[in-house]
């Protein structure tokens, strides 16, 4: 049996590792999508991305939000993750049967004009199951001070598919379930991975094993049920935030453009994987001291200076590598207007939605971690009904021609991103938080919004968003800070 661990959650320390790892997954997934795309028709294209999407969204809610509490809760009681993470998977195990039998008796995939094979759907369903598989052991580990473990299991995850991906482009194939498998084959080595490392790095619990130690919330199964269900409910919905535009693109005009959009989307997501990094390495360490206000406001504040310095960097380095690399890395067609718009022009819209979702990272985080759960699932709630709203109004109250509906979308998903922030402030309870450092934030928001105007236009306006690299300095010191 291994020893107990001496490590502990740090937002530094931890959001450096879960970057890293994140950015060099994304380098590898870009990779992936390259190959797809050169490998695959723009029909077959959406296919495949339209069914991971779909599925991922319907079964997400099987993960009925234990993973959540157990990175907020088990540095508490590090003992207790290995059988904490075994429960959850009894549970998450019984869930998951009623949405497979829904999956199979109502097709959803009908519902947005898909004609797909039906091996590539019921390999979709697996790679969702196979990925909230994964969600335990990681934030098992990542409650246990162990992200790098965490991140070298979502590095292995992407190598496994993008490498499938290369065997299968090697040898001329052209199957859409082909590549469909490799990304299943990528999910299970993940999730395998990431088990046999949480395993490893657990200490053994104690005798008699009681879940309570973790906090009250894990008293009965009843208790964790009942505890859980908000961030169930919310996991449940939160897809549809990112992936409600490009469902409303392929309803409205088909499979084809909305594989545009999603070419637009690939390096903006990418990016989201900054602000995904700060909140899982932020969550276990508000989750410690949430009952400690002084720590609890310090914590906030750190991870506000990495979102002010980090901001820039994000805004250019996207914007240089997508407009870089897109013309050799995707068909003219993504790029030319072929289908009405440019995927670069397109994501440099979506540039403002990064930007407002990477500043609402300590507020949303905040939410996640309080006291009241149920906020955070009406928070959520909040932002899909506006975003369903904004997006509904925009592309088909607005948009006559495909390359409208595609400006539209990105509109719309940059205005849904900029309510979140918003409502963030509001609904975390920590406006006082925000105005204490009001000046930094017009700052901010000018200086970004000058970054996202002179690119997209392609004027020197870009110039007067540099001031923004001030924040460095700070953002660095919040990076390294390390607790043990």
């Known amino acids: 049996m291994s020893a107990p661990t001496a490590r502990h959650p740090s937002s530094g320390r931890d959001a450096g590792w879960l970057m890293g790892a994140d950015l060099l997954a994304v380098g590898l997934a870009f990779l992936g999508q390259i190959l797809l795309v050169n490998a695959l028709m723009a029909e077959h294209y959406g296919w495949m991305v339209l069914a991971i999407d779909l599925y991922a ?3 997400l809610v099987v993960d009925l939000g234990l993973p959540t509490l157990l990175a907020r809760d088990g540095a508490n009681a590090p003992h207790l993750v290995r059988p904490a993470v075994a429960r959850t998977y009894r549970l998450q195990a019984l869930a998951a049967v009623p949405f ?152 409205s005009g088909g499979a084809e453009i909305a594989a545009v959009f999603h070419v637009a989307q690939l390096a903006w997501l990418a990016g989201l994987v900054v602000p995904a990094a700060l909140r899982s390495a932020l969550l276990p360490v508000l989750g410690h001291v949430r009952g400690q206000p002084v720590n609890y406001q ?51 819209v979506l540039l403002v939605g990064w930007a407002a979702t990477l500043l609402a990272t300590p507020t949303y985080t905040s939410l996640m971690a309080g006291f009241r759960p149920w906020r955070f699932t009406q928070f959520i709630f909040t932002v899909l009904l506006l975003a369903a709203l904004i997006g509904y109004g925009l592309i088909f109250g607005m948009a006559t021609t495909s390359g409208a509906t595609l400006y539209a979308a990105a509109l719309a998903s940059s205005l849904s991103a900029v309510a979140l922030l918003v409502l963030s402030w509001w609904m975390s309870g ?55």
């Open 57 to 59: 969204s319907l079964f």
């Open 298 to 348: 310090r914590e906030l504040h750190r991870a506000l200076d990495m979102c002010f310095g980090l901001m820039p960097y994000g805004l250019f380095g996207g914007y240089v590598l997508v407009a870089v690399l897109a013309p050799f890395a995707f068909p003219a067609p993504y790029l030319d207007g072929t289908y009405g718009a440019s995927a670069v022009d397109l994501f440099t």
């Open 430 to 484: 920590q406006s006082a938080f925000v105005v204490q450092r009001r000046d930094e934030w017009w700052l901010t928001v000018l200086g970004g919004s000058f970054i996202v105007i002179g690119l997209f236009t392609q004027t020197a306006w870009w110039v007067l968003g540099l001031s923004l690299f001030a924040f460095t300095p700070q953002a660095w010191r919040a990076l390294r800070s390390t607790h043990r």
């Open 100 to 251: 497979v039998l829904l999956a199979l008796a109502f097709r959803p995939d009908r519902w947005l004009n898909m004609d797909a094979p039906e091996w590539l759907l019921v390999a979709a369903g697996l790679t969702a199951v196979a990925h909230i598989a994964s969600y335990a052991p990681r934030s098992a580990l990542r409650a246990l001070g162990e992200a790098r473990l965490e991140a070298v299991s979502k590095v292995v995850e992407r190598g496994v598919t993008v490498a499938g991906y290369g065997v299968l482009v090697g040898v001329g194939s052209t199957s859409v379930t082909a590549y469909m498998g490799a990304f299943l084959l990528g999910a299970c080595a993940g999730w395998l991975f990431a088990l046999g490392l949480m395993l490893r790095s657990a200490p053994a619990p104690q005798n008699p094993v009681s879940l309570k130690a973790l906090g009250k919330d894990w008293a009965s199964t009843k208790h964790l049920l009942v505890a859980a269900l908000p961030f169930a409910i919310t996991l449940g919905a939160l897809p549809y935030v990112v992936r409600l535009e490009k469902f409303l693109v392929a309803a």
